[in-house]
């Protein structure tokens, strides 16, 4: 081998070990050690240009080890994602079967036996006591329609028929229609509803949508507050978003009730003060379509003493 060549190996050899990071200078005599083994070279007959080489081959064969173990490692998010959707779906699919077979058969259970009984009483000319069965058939109708309209509204969030359609909305308005709604609800628990608004509130959302979340906070705040309670509505805006409130003085929410009340695969039916029936539906309508609006909606809440919900709407 002629002294230039040499110089010229040793030059490229000098530049490689500098190319390469303090924990790999041993890789040469390690990649020496395996040729040697691999090809039985002999002692003293391994020159630097096989060397750089080896360490050249060795390089390449560790960058394709790291993107096999990158692609491993994405594959394995993909099937943990893969798999809360999963549960996630069967999640959805339990609780369809939970409302169709329990929350909507015991409502028109009451319906249909409280029907049979005012003919009966009617046909008997016994008309003592149908006011009172007449309003019972009537507030089992009304929690069965609101179930329902959540029902066909979730649904159509979940199979994206539901359309998000944000617009300039006056909040304030919306607030007052929804409260309308439950007047005579709350008047016969004896329950003020009291509205702290400012005069105007308007932010970019889905009209619908917000009237849907308004309904089930205000709904849950009648069910779960006594007889000659009160509920606080209230609305304030800053410079980043609005917020909504509804809070009221009933029987609150433990620690371990909260964490479940957004999901899915958690949530449970509660009883409200006059054993009004719940199925946790609506408030994970609420947190679907606040989180189509880019807002966030939580709950503080104690035992004994009442619950505040909470919702944000960003600014545009």
Not at 156 to 180: C, D, H, M, R, W
Not at 181 to 192: E, G, M, P, R, V
Not at 279 to 284: K, M, P, T, V
Not at 304 to 311: A, I, L, P, V
């Amino acid at each position: 081998m002629g002294t230039a060549m040499k110089k010229d190996i040793r030059k490229f050899t000098g530049d490689l070990s500098g190319y390469i990071s303090k924990e790999d200078v041993s890789l040469r005599k390690r990649a020496e050690i395996r040729y040697k083994k691999k090809f039985s070279v002999k002692a003293g007959s391994f020159s630097e240009a096989d060397t750089a080489k080896l360490i050249h081959e060795l390089e390449v064969h560790r960058i394709e080890l790291e993107m096999q173990n990158e692609e491993l490692r994405m594959a394995e998010e993909l099937l943990k994602a893969s798999e809360i959707h999963l549960r996630e779906l069967n999640a959805t699919k339990d609780k369809f079967f939970s409302i169709i077979s329990h929350d909507l058969r015991s409502p028109f259970s009451t319906i249909v036996g409280y029907s049979n009984l005012l003919v009966e009483l009617i046909r008997c000319k016994d008309y003592e006591g149908i006011e009172e069965y007449a309003g019972i058939i009537r507030d089992s109708s009304w929690r069965v329609m609101d179930l329902l309209m959540n029902l066909f509204e979730w649904s159509s969030a979940q199979t994206g028929i539901l359309v998000f359609n944000p617009e300039y909305v006056e909040i304030v308005a919306l607030i007052k229609e929804a409260t309308a709604l439950f007047h005579d609800t709350a008047q016969q628990k004896s329950i003020t509803i009291t509205l702290d608004l400012p005069h105007n509130v308007t932010a970019f959302a889905d009209k619908a949508m917000i009237s849907t979340v308004l309904r089930n906070l205000i709904s849950n705040a009648i069910k779960f507050t006594r007889p000659e309670g009160q509920i606080v509505i209230s609305a304030k805006k800053n410079n980043n978003e609005t917020r909504i409130s509804v809070l009221d003085n009933g029987l609150g929410i433990s620690e371990n009730a909260i964490e479940k009340l957004f999901r899915i695969d958690e949530s449970s039916s509660t009883k409200g003060t006059q054993n009004e029936m719940g199925n946790g539906l609506g408030l994970l309508l609420c947190k679907e379509f606040i989180s189509k609006h880019g807002g966030e909606i939580w709950v503080k809440s104690e035992q004994g003493k009442g619950s505040e919900f909470h919702f944000t709407l960003p600014k545009r």
